[in-house]
T-cell receptor
Framework: QKEVEQDPGPLSVPEGAIVSLNCTYS??????FMWYRQYSRKGPELLMY????GNKEDGRFTAQVDKSSKYISLFIRDSQPSDSATYLC????????????FGGGTRVLVKP | GAVVSQHPSWVICKSGTSVKIECRSL??????MFWYRQFPKQSLMLMAT?????????EQGVEKDKFLINHASLTLSTLTVTSAHPEDSSFYIC???????????????FGPGTRLTVL
């Protein structure tokens, strides 16, 4: 079993819909949780950063972390075709060696 | 802020030659830089971690004599693929972690990647 599980998709939604992404993990040492967006043949771009449990909102993006369930989510409101990309969850923690552990990525396609 | 560049973005080389990839943090000092490898439709695989002025720490299964890493300054790290072979063809991505920058000290900022094709 992988440390971080993420549905590979593809997830296809119509423009304007809410995109809902999530990851589950097994290592309780993770404290920092991130979501990255990666376009084809580009490096990952940091979207959201959350420390420990809770919600964080930034524009159209909302990140949620539930450490008790070992479950994190990313919601994208009013999705646009330009949001079509692969979304990677990542997490780290001092007790986990401070290295990022990535999910496999979910490919999202927003159709106009 | 927090911009990381990589050079070159794309390189083709003959089998047996060596290729150097540069990673620079443009607007912050990177105490730690990371090198990843990514195959098509797969997630990033960490190859090694380098701290400025010290030897890199390689992940299990990564040949340190083949993938030479130098972190010469707080803004520059290089990855040299020595005696490259077709199986080394991949997308190589670096990331940099600064000192208490945006998002905290655990946040990594990624470069745009370098596509290596070995003929």
């Amino acid at each position: 079993q992988k440390e971080v599980e993420q549905d590979p998709g593809p997830l296809s939604v119509p423009e304007g819909a809410i995109v809902s992404l999530n990851c589950t993990y097994s290592n309780s040492a993770f404290q920092y949780f991130m979501w990255y967006r990666q376009y084809s043949r580009k490096g990952p771009e940091l979207l959201m950063y959350t420390y420990s449990s809770g919600n964080k909102e930034d524009g159209r993006f909302t990140a949620q972390v539930d450490k008790s369930s070992k479950y994190i989510s990313l919601f994208i409101r009013d999705s646009q075709p330009s949001d079509s990309a692969t979304y990677l969850c990542a997490m780290s923690g001092k007790a986990a060696g401070n290295k990022l552990t990535f999910g496999g990525g979910t490919r999202v396609l927003v159709k106009p | 802020g927090a911009v990381v560049s990589q050079h070159p973005s794309w390189v083709i080389c003959k089998s047996g030659t060596s290729v150097k990839i540069e990673c620079r943090s443009l607007d912050f000092q990177a105490t730690t830089m990371f090198w990843y490898r990514q195959f098509p439709k797969q997630s990033l695989m960490l190859m090694a971690t380098s701290n400025e002025g010290s030897k890199a720490t390689y992940e299990q299964g990564v040949e340190k004599d083949k993938f030479l890493i130098n972190h010469a300054s707080l803004t520059l790290s290089t990855l040299t693929v020595t005696s490259a072979h077709p199986e080394d063809s991949s997308f190589y991505i670096c990331s940099a972690r600064g000192r208490g920058g945006q998002g905290g000290t655990d946040t990594q900022y990624f470069g745009p990647g370098t596509r290596l094709t070995v003929l």
